[in-house]
């Protein structure tokens, strides 16, 4: 059964983990959905790990829109999170309504989630106000990782983790649901986690955190590019596929396929009256 929102609270009152996993398309989301994990994000993180960008600016509502249909179509029964592009919300408040309300009507996806902290506020207050559900992400914020000098750990510093307990207050203030917390040592993690009523989601936050969230291409080895260190890998998919195609190929070069089995038929006796009409003549 699909979760709700008041089920990811009861999880965090009960210290139930809550699973959360990215998904761009319509196979993968239905393995996440098989495999029973509570959330899907689909992640403007699809500009690196499908689309081949060095960061996730590139992504267009367009896009993102058109990935959380076909995840929707995938994961009809899991709770679907749209996130919001660059560009998407930092205009105005009126500019977060509108594409929150896209992913919503386009894709019906149960919320969205955008990055920042006390500076979207009014984005915040606006998306809920007008009957949608928000997560919040602080941390390393992927969108503006150019002004925090890359992807980099965030709240290494007392002032640093300060200002990121003020970014969780008041994005729990706003009225999100939930908040994801990205690359911040465990400790600040777990002051975040203990500090707000709302369920806290981590990536390379620790383990103190009310959930977990990683990227798909990540843990199944499909990503190349690089490797956070708060990555744990389950299998190595990009390996599996590239000896799939290696040996497909080299099964066309040798002959080896197709086989019988892969062919269809003719009809009884039609093969033989083909070979008499073409012995006739030229053909008209
Ligand atoms: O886009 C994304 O995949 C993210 C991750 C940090 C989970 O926001």
């Known amino acids: 059964m699909k979760k709700s929102i008041l089920n990811f609270h009861e999880m965090k009152k009960r210290g139930e983990k809550i699973t959360y996993i990215t998904a761009y398309d319509f196979p993968m989301a239905s393995f996440v959905e098989k495999a029973g ?49 660059f560009l998407s919300y930092q205009l105005s408040t009126e500019n977060a309504i509108y594409n929150s309300g896209r992913f919503y009507k386009e894709a019906s996806v149960d919320a969205v989630k955008l990055e920042g902290g006390r500076c979207l506020i009014s984005q915040i207050k606006g998306i809920v106000d007008s009957g949608m559900s928000v997560m919040g992400h602080i941390g390393l914020t992927p969108q503006s990782s150019g002004q925090l000098g890359g992807f980099k750990a965030q709240g290494l510093t007392v002032e640093t983790a300060m200002e990121l307990l003020q ?93 019988e089995k892969h062919c269809y038929r003719m009809l009884e006796g039609e093969h033989e009256k083909l070979q008499a009409r073409l012995k006739k003549g030229p053909i008209q």
């Open 167 to 259: 970014d969780a207050a008041a994005v729990e203030k706003a009225g999100a649901f939930a908040l994801l917390v990205e690359a911040v040592p465990p400790e600040v993690g777990k002051i975040i986690t203990e500090t707000v009523k709302i369920p806290v989601l981590g990536i390379g936050a620790g383990m103190y955190t009310d959930g977990q969230v990683l990227i798909n291409g990540d843990i199944l080895g499909m990503f190349e590019a690089f490797t956070p260190k708060f990555v744990k890998r389950y299998a190595n998919v990009g390996e599996i596929i590239v000896k799939a195609f290696t040996e497909y190929a080299e099964d066309i070069r040798s002959g080896k396929f197709p086989e």
């Open 37 to 85: 994990i509570d959330m899907i994000l689909v992640g403007d993180s699809a500009g690196m790990v499908v689309h081949g960008y060095s960061g996730t600016v590139p992504m267009t509502m367009d896009q993102m829109v058109a990935h959380a249909e076909d995840v929707r179509r995938g994961a009809p029964n899991t709770f679907v999170i749209g996130d919001l592009p």
